[in-house]
């Protein structure tokens, strides 16, 4: 009857006011760009947090030169990588949280060349002092690449098997960055140029990336495009009661510090799943760092091979996270395709832990290959395989405990990567 129907529930009124997209059509969401577009987008994207990458350890061949010029130790001499992660581990806390306030167009542009300007003291360094100021600078500044990025691939990129081949390339800039690094690194301080060249080098790319980005990268965040389309609409139309639902709350300094530069510490206070990946990702990645220690004194040191020689030798952590690679983009193709095909709609972001049990039994197996060979007696093709599971393992795990965590906070993706990053 007439009455029962008005005693139901109704649904809210719909607000003509408020901007949403013109539909699944709509060719200003990020989402119904074509391919094309956003495999060229990705790439300009995934170019920032490579060039970062390979700067966070292209120093790592430099310390004799540095200890010998500076007069400082090895122990000292080390804080050229470990300043320039701790800037890393800081930045993504600031920057991922920005850009869901901002927009991802302008902090990473601005992040990234600042980590570039950042490079140039160190490059005309007449202290140890300044190397050490400046490498957390600029691994502070840089750290927006790898904090945004991530977030922006999910702007673009709509279905979870897309997304995730996205994360998949993105975070192998994460992993083959810093071992392409020493080797790079490596080759230039050994050669005339001597290791300022590594710095000079390392500018250089960074700035033609930026200005690259500059002219090529979009904004992809929807709700500050929402925002400039409101705005767009209201001097068109002359009503100036058009708004976007962003703009329904309030944009003082207190909500931004509240709502954003809060948010990531406030998820690692409350969230269990996030802490726990945190602290098993945050682990590889040190122990990815501590090979640019290890791998000189075991191959250069003990086995006396020359540093451009010896740094080839990470050759063998590449192809392991080359492989891993092909493998998660394997499992994200068959297993994963057909799990989502026969729930659609339906989002598990525990489908995604699988590979990473898998490399997770296959990493200390690596590591005790590693050690169990690296004695000088020992022939040192059997040393440089044992970086291949090692390798293998440690991006599938990291890329697959990435892409559970954007599919768990999937909304506040970019400060749950800034928290775990």
């Known amino acids: 009857s007439q009455e029962s129907l008005e005693s139901q529930p109704q649904p809210p009124p719909v607000d003509e006011n408020i901007v949403g997209w013109d539909g699944p059509g709509d060719p200003e969401n990020p989402f119904t760009w074509p391919f094309r577009y956003k495999l060229f987008v990705s790439a300009v994207l995934n170019s920032l947090p490579l060039v970062v990458n390979v700067g966070s350890s292209i120093l790592s061949d ?39 306030k901002f927009g991802r167009r302008w902090p990473i542009l601005i992040g ?12 005309l360094a007449q202290n140890f002092q300044t190397i050490m100021i400046c490498r957390f600078f600029s691994g502070l500044f840089g ?122 510490w406030v998820l690692l206070a409350t969230e269990p799943i996030l802490v726990l990946i945190t602290l098993y990702l945050s682990f590889l990645y ?50 994963f395709a057909r799990q989502i095909a026969s729930t659609p709609g339906v989002l598990v972001p525990e489908r995604r832990l699988p590979p990473m049990i898998v490399g997770a039994v296959l990493l200390p197996i690596g590591l005790f290959w590693f050690g169990w060979t690296s004695h000088p007696g020992t022939p040192w093709p059997a040393q440089v395989v044992a970086g291949i599971p090692v390798g293998a393992a440690m991006f599938v795990i990291f890329i697959q405990g990435f892409k559970y965590i954007v599919d768990v906070y999937l909304k506040v993706a970019n400060s749950a990567i800034s928290a775990n990053t």
């Open 286 to 335: 040190g122990l990815l760092f501590l090979f640019f220690e290890a791998y000189p004194i075991s191959f250069q040191e003990d086995r006396h091979w020359k540093p451009q020689i010896g740094s080839l030798a990470f050759l063998g952590i590449l192809v392991g996270n080359l492989l891993g690679l092909a493998g998660v983009i394997t499992h994200s193709l068959t297993i």
């Open 62 to 100: 430099a310390s004799r030169p540095l200890s010998k010029e500076y007069h400082v130790g090895t122990e000292v001499d080390i804080l050229t990588i470990s300043l320039f992660l701790l800037g890393f581990t800081f930045g993504p806390l600031i920057f991922g949280p920005l850009s869901e």
């Open 143 to 264: 750290s927006s690449s790898m904090a945004i990025t991530g977030g922006t691939l999910t702007d673009i990129w709509a279905t979870p098997v897309s997304r995730g081949i996205a994360l998949d390339v993105f975070v192998t800039t994460g992993f083959i960055g810093p071992v392409i690094g020493p080797i790079v690194g490596s080759f230039i301080t050994q050669s005339y140029l001597g290791w300022r060249w590594t710095m000079w080098v390392t500018a250089i790319v960074a700035y033609s990336f930026a200005i690259i980005a500059f002219f090529t990268l979009p904004e992809t965040y929807g709700p500050v495009l929402l925002t400039r389309k409101a705005g767009r609409l209201r001097y068109e139309t002359k009503n100036w009661a058009i708004h976007s639902k962003r703009e329904e709350h309030r944009q003082d300094v207190q909500s931004l510090v509240r709502v954003y530069l809060l948010r990531p």
């Open 112 to 123: 990234v060349t600042l980590f570039a300007t950042f490079c140039l003291p160190v490059a």
